[in-house]
């Protein structure tokens, strides 16, 4: 008896419409449209709460206590990493906080999980890499670069190796682990008899979507922390 | 090997690859274990930095858990995408 059948395993990334573009084929994927609902509903909770805080009473209700502990914590998390730096660059953290957050516990919510395409997350990475080498010319100019000579010369080579990895480390480690918790869900959803499918994947989307999703946006932003205060001072 | 073509034979090699390919998760299993460890020793040591504690953790843990995660990169990659075929 078969109960497992791999030809209903489904947790790949597909294309919903085709067009054609610069002499070529392009797909609006369920990457983009997950990217599409998950900007317009942070639009539309930036829109309400600038609309609440306009008139902010003094006992706060639910909805204004809510984004005050929100925006309270992201400000002490960024300002706990970066000191005085903290006011530079709080804005740009908070905003990839709310987006990867929103990202990744998104697969809660039945779409398939923006961050389990690499493209999504390497972008996040070249972010990121941008602004500490940004950081990192402002603030040492010509010294940046024979920084990565530092021990011996003989080192460069690594250092520049280890120095153009980071993104894509970053990247790996956020799709990495979000892409696992879609192939989980998707084998267990696509394999598994039908018994099991109710009520034992609540468990399962607990720790792969909300408990990781959490841990690596949480890592994520600290990581970009950690390598741009390195530049500053 | 009768019947066996070489497609069906290449698919099989693929599937023990990204196999041995996930032993890669032992390494980071092991390291985040000893970090988990002595983080929660510096917290009975000292209760007062539970917070410092338990970010450095998550973030070391993080780290290491980066070649468990190219492991497991190589493991989907021959699984999902058919490299060989």
Known sequence: MVIANASNVD???KGVTKFHAFGQDLWITTTEIGLSIITIV???LAFATDRKMKRATEVPGTFQNIMELLV???DKMVKETMGHNAKKFVNYIGTIFLFILFCNISGLFGLRTPTGDFGVTFMLGVF???IVQYQGIKNHGIGHLTS???PFVVLFPINLIGEITNPLSQALRLFGNMMSGVVIMGLWYGMMPIFVKIGIPSFLHVYCDLFSGCIQTYVFCMLTMVYVNDKLD | MNGISGQDFIYGCSAIGAGIAMIAGVGPGIGQGIA???????VG???GAKSDITSTMLLGQAVAETTGLYGFAVAAILMFLKPFS
């Open chain 2, 45 to 47: 040591r000292n209760p």
């Open chain 1, 72 to 74: 309270d914590s992201l």
């Open chain 1, 148 to 150: 990565l000579a530092k």
């Open chain 1, 11 to 13: 947790f790949m990334i």
């Open chain 1, 42 to 44: 942070i639009l539309i």
């Open chain 1, 128 to 130: 990121t890499f941008c």
């Open chain 2, 36 to 42: 988990a460890g002595h983080a929660a020793a510096a």
